[in-house]
């Protein structure tokens, strides 16, 4: 049985695996290293609730493949509180209420640091658009658009 | 004594009445009462039914009363999304 | 002694503000758990062969091939599930619908399972069972099935409610009709009628998470089960049933559920789960790909609609007509009712009649979706609406204030109502900053009502004050989108401490009682209801601890803030007694402190809803945007008020994706066209603007804190608010939804033509 060998870093830490050469890193962190943070909500790039960043890229986790990843520096929704101390965009989310039944709200966070990461301060169409490839049937935006600007002005100290 | 209206369903099995008279104190005795005299109507009522009692809506729970002379509808059963 | 459930007004101290809710951090840090984050030690992956046929019979499946397969422990068909219903038709077409047994019904029907050890393996499986099928004609559309050219999908299935009994099986397997007065004659007094007929395509519940559980049987007949669900109790008496097992055996344990809006209230693939596990003797994991759940698990209808209404000049509506034809899939259901019967609920008329046909097409096993059945009946009805009131001339809210139900009113489904809402909303609009912004070019404003039932049900909670006074609140309603939160507020208002040291769980099916599902906007409404009476035991039993510790009688006791106090100076001189110092000393009063309650939930009392939206259309593509949306509800009492607008902003966005882009399109073939999330366009957050809400609080009468239920109602009004602003951007009625953009740019290239 032949598998494909892959070194690299996840969250800081190094992390070794063997995969299937046409595993995706999605089903690689959920089944392998028991990272069941990123969803599957379609397996197809439609959705984002497997977002996570590779080399500090925002991507669909289900687009990529387990054996791409050697050497590349991984970031899950795992890594994104600094032990207990939570990332401003996971605080603005529950204080926000920008979940309800919360399986979206994974790569909604990835997505959104991503964002802010890149672009501290969006405009309202910006974050629209930043996080319009992450599908959310229960919340309408509404709340989750408030809470990135939330955290956007409060990062940068406005 | 309510006045109990029947939803369509159940008419014909009624003999065609739109709604018939029954002594009742609550909603047991008015399942009981309406399976005696309609025994067709029997198993609508097993599979669940609504009960309209003065325009507020019910589920079939045998002790809600009846209030004298109260408007009864039973209406089918409603689902929830 | 039961709960006195009548509406108490009082100073509240908790509930009505917004704390956090308890299973946030989890859930924002990937940390809880949903039906696919649970894997168990052993456990077999399981998939399932699906029919790439609409209709047709079994002729023989033959599985050999892939039992002989090298990892493969269990491959299941419908003969591993036998037939236990017992002439219960909704069991046994429950059944069905897990597993095909001698005819498909729709493209997707399962065929076969199989449990394999990895997932390769179990792909390589699907592939070596030969499946004969003898294809069959088949029927998608409503309409279509109706025609006595269609194939007959069940030959023992007759038209229900039709006299004399039909002797020939039918696609129509019900009809009925609500109303009264003399439509007839209405008619002949309408100064103004306006009739249309509407087409509602088929939508998809749309919730992210995918199904998915895990089974564990044992060879003595117990059973776990993980599984995402609204409704983990009666998952486990239908799996149950359905399997032979005492309900008692098997234990269901609900994971977080990511999304359900209906479509999580029907087993369908853990059944198949649980009899592979069962076979294999192992864990078996179940998970449903997108695909699979677009093609096959439980969409709603698609309809059409025959609406007429009739208007004297002064604007008083004097007969309103529907007759409206839904589908219910493959198997014979009820749904189109439920459209008949909400369809004029708003309106005080004297006349009105609403019949449903109820349809059998050959297309997935239509489950509930949020307020089901009414935004279809709500989209004809406040078109044809609006249309008159413009022909009358009237202001749209004008004209439906006008006739607006009210406390007295004898509804058209039947009952005289007691006090109701729908006449604030349609103020509260009438007075909303939105009705007065401006308008751009090419845009347009419309608006309209809605009507939702909401009911109680069966509820059973567990209090328990733990040694060091803080509480636990075991739950059986699954907390779809923060409710864990408000029955924590409620518990912590009863008992006066802080909300802080209570924590409510979800406990599983052998630690509680039975729960109805999280459906029909019942989850905090029946929750409260029964976490109120659960409360008042516990604050009973603690009052009778703090007799005992003091040696007074327990009637000289009175608990006030969350302490026990002595009722009177009579009664002592003692200084009060803490919740944590009463259950520290539980041990010698009496034991385990805590209050439990088992009701039916009722009275949770129908709610209506008024919605105002902007629109812009672009006249030479059709594609429109949402400018402006705002959702005005009841909600009897706000328990935590940033939830209440997380649902009717939620339900709204639901209704205007179903307005204006989501279907369900099948081809000749009788195939699912566009089974993901690419070709089934749900609205994504560009799409949209913040959706304003405006919470309004006539208590219901019927529970003590006036809560009312509030999830369902606000998808109701979207697809007539969003088509009547369309028609006023335009100038064009729409009449079918959904309104994409090639049916908008047909519709305004026909109008340029004239």
């Known amino acids: 049985m032949s598998g494909v060998f892959v070194s690299t870093t996840i969250n800081g830490d190094s992390v070794e695996f063997s995969c299937a050469a046409d595993e995706p890193l999605l089903d690689v962190l959920r089944n392998r290293l028991g990272m069941t943070g990123s969803k599957e909500g379609c397996g197809t790039g439609d959705c984002g609730a497997c977002s996570v960043t590779v080399n500090g890229r925002l991507v669909c986790s289900c687009l990529v493949l387990g054996a791409e990843v050697g050497g590349a520096t991984i970031e899950t929704i795992e890594g994104m509180a600094d032990g207990d101390v939570l990332h401003p965009l996971q605080k603005n989310f529950i204080s926000h209420a920008a979940l309800q039944c919360g399986i979206c709200t994974p790569g909604f966070l990835i997505a959104a640091k991503a964002l802010l990461d890149k672009n501290p301060d969006p405009s309202e169409e910006e974050i629209r658009f930043g996080l319009a490839g992450n599908l959310c049937r229960c919340t309408g935006y509404d709340k989750i658009v408030r809470a990135v600007q939330a955290t956007s002005k409060e990062m940068r100290g406005a | 004594m309510v006045e109990v209206h029947l939803w369509g369903a159940l008419r014909p099995l009624a003999g065609g009445a739109l709604s018939v008279n029954i002594e009742a104190k609550n909603i047991r005795e008015l399942f009981k009462k309406l399976a005696n005299e309609y025994p067709g109507t029997e198993p609508h009522i097993k599979r669940g039914v609504a009960v309209s009692i003065n325009g507020k809506i019910y589920r079939d729970n045998w002790d809600t009363e009846l209030p004298e002379n109260a408007e009864i509808y039973l209406l089918p059963r409603i689902p929830g999304g | 002694m039961p709960l006195d459930t009548s509406y108490v007004q009082k100073t509240l101290k908790q509930v009505g503000t917004r704390p956090l809710r308890p299973d946030g951090l989890d859930k924002v840090t990937g940390r809880a758990r949903f039906g696919a984050d649970y894997n168990a030690p052993g456990q077999l992956i399981a998939l399932v062969l699906r029919s790439p046929h609409p209709h047709a019979r079994i002729r023989k499946i033959d599985t050999s091939k892939a039992e002989k397969l090298a990892g493969v422990k269990a491959i299941i068909t419908s003969a591993d599930l036998p037939d236990l219903t017992n002439g219960d038709r909704n069991m046994r077409d429950m059944l069905e619908n897990c597993m095909a047994r001698k005819k498909v019904l729709y493209d997707g029907h399962a065929v076969a399972a199989v449990a394999a050890i990895d997932v390769t393996t179990a792909r390589k499986a699907l592939k070596l069972i030969k499946v004969d099928y003898e294809i069959l004609p088949h029927v998608t559309d409503v309409d279509e099935a109706l025609k006595p050219s269609a194939p007959v999908i069940h030959d023992d299935v007759f038209t229900d409610g039709v006299e004399p009994k039909p002797t020939k099986p039918s696609n129509n397997n019900k009809r009925a009709s609500f109303g009264h007065g003399d439509v007839a004659q209405g008619f002949r007094e309408a100064d103004v009628v306006v009739e249309h007929s509407f087409k509602t395509e088929q939508t998809h519940q749309g919730y992210i998470e995918p199904h998915s559980c895990v089974a564990n049987v044992s060879p003595d007949g117990t059973g776990e089960l993980w599984v995402c669900t609204q409704g983990h109790f009666v998952y486990r008496n239908q ?252 518990v912590a208002e009863e008992l006066g401490i802080p909300y802080d040291h209570v924590r409510v769980v979800i406990a599983d099916t052998s630690t509680l009682g039975h729960n109805d599902m999280t459906d029909g906007s019942r989850g905090t409404f029946s929750t409260t209801m029964a976490c109120v009476a659960a409360s008042r035991n516990v604050v009973k039993e603690l009052g009778k601890r703090a007799a005992k510790m003091w040696d007074i009688p327990e009637d000289a006791v009175v608990w006030e803030d969350g302490h026990a106090k002595p009722a009177g100076s009579n009664a002592g001189n003692f200084p009060p007694l803490s919740i944590r110092e009463i259950a520290a000393g539980a041990g010698n009063t009496g034991g385990p402190i805590a209050g439990h309650n088992e009701m039916v939930a009722d009275g949770a009392g129908v709610s209506f809803a008024t919605h105002i939206c902007d629109i812009e259309v672009d006249p030479e593509t059709g594609r429109s945007s949402v400018k402006r949306y705002t959702v005005i509800q009841d909600a009897g009492k706000a328990v935590h008020p940033t939830y209440v607008e997380g649902q009717y902003q939620g339900g709204a966005v639901q209704g205007i994706g179903w307005a204006l882009n989501e279907e369900y399109i099948y081809g000749k073939d009788g195939r699912l066209q566009n089974a993901g999330f690419l070709d089934y366009r749900i609205p994504v957050c560009s799409d949209l603007p913040f959706i304003d809400t405006m919470i309004l609080e006539i208590p219901n009468p019927n529970h003590p804190y006036g809560v009312r239920g509030v999830g369902e109602t606000s998808i109701v009004p979207p697809l007539a608010t969003v088509a009547n602003a369309m028609s006023n951007a335009t100038g064009v009625r729409m009449t079918h939804i959904p309104m994409s953009p090639p049916r908008v740019l047909k519709a305004i290239d026909a109008l340029k033509k004239h």
């Not at chain 3, 060091?468 to 507020?489: E, F, H, M, P, Y």
């Open chain 3, 239 to 490: 799996c149950a049933a359905l399997l032979g097992m005492d309900i008692s055996r098997l234990r269901v344990t609900a994971s977080e559920i990511g999304g359900g809006f209906g479509g999580k209230t029907h087993i369908w693939t853990e059944p198949v789960a649980l009899a592979l596990s069962r076979k294999a003797n192992r864990p078996v994991k179940l998970t449903m790909s997108r695909e699979e759940v677009f093609r096959c698990s439980g969409p709603t209808s698609s309809t059409s609609i025959d609406m007429k209404i009739g208007a004297k000049k002064d604007g008083t509506i004097t007969a309103a007509h529907g007759v409206l034809r839904y589908h219910g899939g493959a198997f014979p259901a009820t749904w189109a009712e439920f459209g008949a019967m909400t369809a004029f609920a708003c309106y005080d008329l004297k006349n009105v009649k609403s019949d449903s046909i109820e349809v059998i097409v050959n297309r997935p096993k239509t489950a509930a979706y949020r307020a089901p059945s009414a935004p279809m009946a709500a989209f004809a009805v406040e078109s044809v609406m609006d249309e008159l009131a413009r022909k009358i001339g009237m202001d749209p809210v004008d004209f439906r204030i006008k006739n607006a139900a009210k406390e007295g009113t004898k509804s058209s489904y039947g009952p005289v109502y007691g006090p109701i809402g729908i006449g604030a909303t349609l103020e509260a609009a009438k007075n909303h900053p939105h009705m007065k912004a401006p308008l751009g070019k090419n845009q347009g404003r419309g608006m309209a009502c809605g009507f939702w039932f909401n009911f109680g049900g069966q509820t059973c909670t567990d209090i328990n004050v733990t040694p060091d006074g803080t509480v636990t609140v075991a739950v059986g309603t699954i907390d779809v989108g923060g409710s864990r939160a408000s029955i924590g507020l409620i």
